[in-house]
């Protein structure tokens, strides 16, 4: 069949098709001022929407970063976030990114108002509510927890019988784990190296599972593919990726299944985890790393190789705070200034050196006491 040929047999003789389509796009002013009217209200509204959600920055009480974005945590329960959003991480329903704080919406409902911890990996984010968990981003590893593999743009509940007291949150790169009331640890997501504690890697969990084997837990710290736990006895577990020696297994390669104790480490206060390495703060104010020391970040004094059991840090003599980014590591004294150490080729130690590089010795950091 010709279709052109058919086309110009039906059309409508010209002379009558030119005035009806003039009558149909000419422009009729009412609607003009009716989609003013529309859109200024609208954008009354997304301006003091913006207002709020900066206004509440100002009470932080809480601040987690992830890949790309960051989620702050209000004292009224609320989760702001910005940055990176191509994967929902930002949980405001959209998938763009965002230079300015956005509230992060529950699915199905109105902003979260519950919220009393948060954290964020490479592209999902998640809250504890009230001992629930809701999470948001990516989930084709099962980072969302809700037995799906399905991408959220908002907040979604974690779904898991029993998971009703959890009290802190962290998360590594595409895995969450919780804190729960008993002192226990659930985890979920992507479980490639273990670091969800499941016992047999190589797959994911895609929904909250106990981690077999650990009790008396006070504190958990999850790096790109592996996680920490600190004990009440101030000891430390690890578990997952430990090729650069991560879990502090004492032979650096492949994978620690299940928690193990590291050994040669006790009087743990506090512990840290970056993309490959980890640290703890002791009892007696000084700082104990292992793991990857590419760039010096396990703070041997000299960059290179891995550190593979835990090495006291040297030049630290009143650690009082501990944290650690992908490949570097700080910790502030107790009078409050800070020294940093690890990778510094983006200035990210703070140190205020002319031609940044890797710094295997913490280097005080100029006015952070201020």
Known sequence: MDTHAGTAATDPPTDVAAPTAARRTAPDPRRRRQRRLVWVPLAFVAVVLFL????RLQDAQG????????????????????????????????TVDANRPVEVIE?????????????AGATHSCAVRGGTVSCWGAGSLGQIGDGSFTQRTRATPASA????????????????????????????????????GSGTPGGTTAQPTPVAGLAGVTAVAAGA????????????????????????????????????????????????????????????AA???????????????????????????????SAAALAAGANHTCATQADGQARCWGDDTRGQLGVGVTEPQNQASPRIVPDSSL
């Open 161 to 196: 019988l029993g998971l009703v007291d959890a009290t802190t949150i962290t998360a590594g790169a595409n895995h969450t784990c919780v804190l729960l009331a008993d002192a226990t640890v659930s985890c979920w997501g992507d479980d490639a190296a273990g670091q969800t």
């Open 63 to 94: 601040v987690a970063a992830g890949g790309d974005h960051t989620c702050v945590l209000t004292s009224e329960g609320a989760v702001i976030c910005s940055g990176a959003g191509e994967s929902g991480q930002l949980g405001d329903g959209s």
């Open 52 to 55: 709020a959600a900066c206004e």
């Open 225 to 284: 593919n592996h996680t920490c736990a600190l004990l009440a006895d101030a000891t430390v577990s690890c578990w997952g990726d430990d090729a650069a020696g991560q879990t502090g297994s004492g032979t650096p390669g492949g994978t620690t299944e299940q928690p193990a104790v590291v050994a040669g480490l006790s009087g743990v206060v506090a512990i840290a985890a970056g993309a490959n390495h980890t640290c703890a703060l002791l009892d007696t």
């Open 287 to 317: 700082v104990s790393c292992w793991g990857d020391n590419a760039a010096g970040q396990t703070g041997t004094g000299s960059p290179g190789g891995v550190t593979a059991e835990p090495t006291v840090v040297g030049g630290l003599s």
């Open 107 to 119: 699915a199905g409902a109105g902003p979260l108002t519950d919220a009393t911890a948060v954290a």
